[in-house]
């Protein structure tokens, strides 16, 4: 390995895809983002909360905490599956191959739906790295983010 081919893909015909698939991903972010907030705001009526250990107590001895606790869980699965069947072969198939964003995002939903048992198992895999990585710090993703990629 080199700082050539770590760098190779910047001159690749799929570098526009690439980025596409980003910018795809980042506004499922954002949409994200916004559900939770609106969530929020229709559970809780958008009044802010004085502090950390106030929400907290507010968040696990109330049955709206519970409520917004369930339903954000519900809510944030549906997006992070949506997210995960989008993306978990299209970025690496765009990487090896020259192949248009609609033809990787299709294979990859295609994947999922095909081999659910197995696509499960890898997002609990990566899931779970990504918390044990997150656990110290944040400093074992140092770890755990580069094995993730070259695993993909």
């Given at each position: 390995?080199?700082?050539?081919?770590?760098?190779?893909?910047?001159?690749?015909?799929?570098t526009g895809?690439?980025?596409?698939?980003?910018?795809?991903?980042?506004?499922?972010?954002?949409?994200?983002?916004?559900?939770?907030?609106?969530?929020?705001?229709?559970?809780?009526?958008?009044?802010?909360?004085?502090?950390?250990?106030?929400?907290?107590?507010?968040?696990?001895?109330?049955?709206?905490?519970?409520?917004?606790?369930?339903?954000?869980?519900?809510?944030g699965a549906?997006?992070?599956?949506?997210?995960?069947?989008?993306?978990?072969?299209?970025?690496?198939?765009?990487?090896?191959?020259?192949?248009?964003?609609?033809?990787?995002?299709?294979?990859?939903?295609?994947?999922?739906?095909?081999?659910?048992?197995?696509?499960?198992?890898?997002?609990?895999?990566?899931?779970?790295?990504?918390?044990?990585?997150?656990?110290?710090?944040?400093?074992?993703?140092?770890?755990?983010?580069?094995?993730?990629?070259?695993?993909?």
């Amino acid at each position: 390995m080199s700082w050539h081919d770590a760098l190779g893909v910047l001159g690749s015909r799929t570098t526009g895809a690439l980025l596409l698939l980003g910018t795809v991903l980042l506004a499922i972010f954002l949409l994200w983002m916004l559900s939770a907030q609106a969530l929020y705001a229709r559970i809780y009526g958008g009044e802010p909360i004085g502090s950390y250990g106030s929400f907290l107590a507010e968040l696990f001895t109330t049955g709206r905490g519970w409520t917004l606790i369930l339903v954000g869980h519900l809510v944030g699965a549906a997006f992070a599956i949506v997210v995960f069947a989008v993306s978990v072969v299209s970025f690496p198939l765009l990487l090896d191959r020259e192949v248009g964003i609609g033809t990787a995002v299709r294979t990859s939903i295609e994947a999922v739906v095909t081999n659910p048992q197995t696509m499960l198992l890898w997002a609990v895999i990566v899931a779970g790295l990504l918390v044990v990585g997150s656990a110290p710090l944040l400093v074992g993703l140092t770890v755990v983010v580069p094995i993730l990629g070259h695993a993909t």
